[in-house]
């Protein structure tokens, strides 16, 4: 059972998520965020110093959810294998968690409190998702695949590829593009399609 201060903090940034993606982060006060909770304008500075710091726990929250579901990865022997299914659960996951997935990649302002920060920790959850695509990169290129590339320059051109399919998905602009530009039989299925295609080229031994 969760203790009132962390049940507290669990309202703020619930109430902070809607705010921030609603309105806008510039447009969200801290005055905002303690009325949609209940609290005083004072009260809220109990839990957190700023705006910033709300959007960092959040920030962090996306993250851990996100390494969470990473986590079944350890049962898949086969690194391609593995790799494909990374992709897969970052797809569901941004459609699945939206919200989270354009805090944590789309708005520029979880980045701006980590550049303001020298702790390395502030970045663990982040570092642990990168990292975790990383090694299954290397895994890869020790059974043949994506030969004479670098591991880090790789993952960061597969999880960019990734990246824009989900915020294409996300912002209608992958489905417009399917229907008005008449790509697919099956518009809806553009995602899925796009998918597989990336699969294929990364395939290539």
């Keep these: 059972m969760e203790n009132p201060r962390e049940e507290s903090k669990k309202k703020i940034l619930e109430a902070a998520r809607e705010l921030f993606l609603k309105d806008g982060f510039e447009a969200t006060s801290m005055r905002k965020i303690a009325s949609a909770v209940g609290f005083s304008p004072t009260a809220i500075y109990l839990y957190y110093k700023d705006k910033s710091d709300i959007m ?3 920030h962090c ?3 851990m959810k996100l390494n969470d579901r990473f986590s079944v990865l350890v049962h898949v022997d086969d690194p391609f294998e593995r790799l494909k299914a990374m992709g897969r659960i970052y797809l569901q996951f941004a459609q699945e968690n939206s919200d989270f997935y354009r805090l944590m990649f789309i708005l520029k302002e979880p980045l701006e409190f980590i550049e303001n920060h020298e702790d ?4 663990e959850e982040g570092s642990t998702a990168f990292n975790t695509l990383v090694a299954n990169i290397e895994d890869c290129m020790a059974h043949g695949y994506f030969k ?11 999880w960019s590829a990734i990246h ?3 915020t294409l998905k996300l912002t209608g602009h992958l489905d417009h593009v399917a229907c008005s530009h008449k790509l697919l039989l099956q518009p809806e299925l553009a995602l899925e399609q796009a998918f597989q295609s990336l699969i294929t080229m990364m395939s290539y031994q």
């Design 164 to 166: 824009g399919l989900c």
């Design 56 to 58: 960092h726990d959040l």
């Design 120 to 123: 390395h920790e502030e970045w």
């Design 61 to 63: 929250e996306g993250f």
């Design 148 to 158: 004479k590339q670098e591991p880090r320059a790789t993952a960061l051109l597969v």
